[in-house]
């Protein structure tokens, strides 16, 4: 097990440590809540490309109906990664990437003005918050492999 799955015995320099099973069940909610979040999304995606393929033709995109399916299969592999508890560090920083893809290339407030900035703001910052979770994620994996048990439970 990593230390983060461990604490010292209340005190510092106490000498024994145990499992900290409180912290590992929090890790697993973590990550079955954004696996969920990712596989659900890209469901949604792929059941109504429509308005996907508007937003990147929109913003400039050639192609966008076969961008819809990438990205959804980003999201679809990621996402049942973290929920089969597998390849957690790669599917986290998979996913930290495309988010992070997302921001740059879809959100960008710093050239709106008004409502339009604020929202994109919003939708921004949002998305730095499951960068920052997943990166939670992904740090608290115990191997970049195949191990059934990469993040620690209870």
């Known amino acids: 097990m990593t230390q983060a799955a461990f604490v010292l015995n209340g005190t510092p320099g106490a000498g024994t440590m145990r499992p900290d099973r409180a912290g590992a069940r929090m890790l697993a909610v973590a990550r079955l809540a954004f696996g969920v979040f990712f596989v659900g999304s890209a469901v949604l995606k ?3 490309t429509g308005p996907m393929v508007e937003m990147l033709s929109a913003a400039g995109f050639a192609a966008p109906l076969r961008w819809v399916w990438v990205a959804a299969g980003f999201q679809l592999a990621g996402g049942l990664a973290l929920i089969a508890n597998r390849l957690v560090r790669w599917a986290s920083l998979g996913l930290i990437a495309y988010v992070a893809l997302v ?3 879809l959100h960008g407030f710093w050239i709106l003005d008004g409502e339009a900035a604020s929202i994109q703001f919003q939708l921004f910052s949002k998305n730095l918050g499951i960068i920052a979770g997943l990166l939670a994620i992904g740090g608290a994996a115990g191997t970049w492999g195949l191990a059934r048990k990469e993040v620690y439970h209870a």
């Open 46 to 48: 792929l059941m109504a």
């Open 103 to 105: 921001n740059g290339v």
